[in-house]
């Protein structure tokens, strides 16, 4: 499973890791505190499933997220960057999106936005969701970012 060969270059590298959760509601870092040693890897994890819970808690901009929406690239990079500030873990990485099958105000596609922060760099990701299976859109995403931070590690 990719989130086992993650974990394990994580622990073998000595990173840090840290998550900044929307659509995928905690599922993302489960992957990771589920195995032996989480702690030496996972520093925290917030689910921010709500907008007033990504302004108070990931420091994310209330204009960002009029202008762009809560489903954008710039809110998942706010997300990233509010995630580092709390726990400065050296690995960061951020969801935002619609699951399916009901949209978020003012989105109109099933879509994730991922940030990954790692090294000071942000790395970005739209995936489109083509059904209406809220969990398995859930588990495509889970399983797409553990491979893109398993490349990136």
């Known amino acids: 499973m990719i989130s086992k060969k993650t974990f394990d270059k994580c622990l073998e590298k000595g990173i840090t890791m840290a998550f900044a959760e929307s659509m995928t509601g905690g599922a993302l870092t489960y992957e990771m505190v589920k195995y032996p040693n989480a702690s030496k890897v996972v520093i925290g994890s917030v689910i921010s499933y709500q907008r007033k819970i990504k302004e108070q ?3 994310v901009d209330a204009k960002v997220i009029d202008e762009y929406s809560i489903v954008s690239k710039e809110v998942s990079n ?3 960057l509010g995630i580092f500030d709390q726990t ?9 999106g619609n699951a399916g099958p009901t949209y978020e105000k003012n989105t109109e596609k099933l879509e994730a936005f991922i940030t990954i922060l790692y090294q000071q760099k942000y790395t970005n990701y739209h995936l489109i969701f083509k059904n209406q ?5 859930i588990r495509d995403s ?12």
Do not use: G, P
């Open 57 to 59: 808690l990931l420091n």
């Open 78 to 80: 706010q997300m990233a």
């Open 88 to 96: 400065q873990a050296e690995l960061c990485i951020s969801i935002t």
């Open 133 to 137: 299976q809220r969990e398995k859109n």
């Open 142 to 153: 889970i399983d797409f970012i553990y491979q893109k931070v398993y490349e990136i590690i």
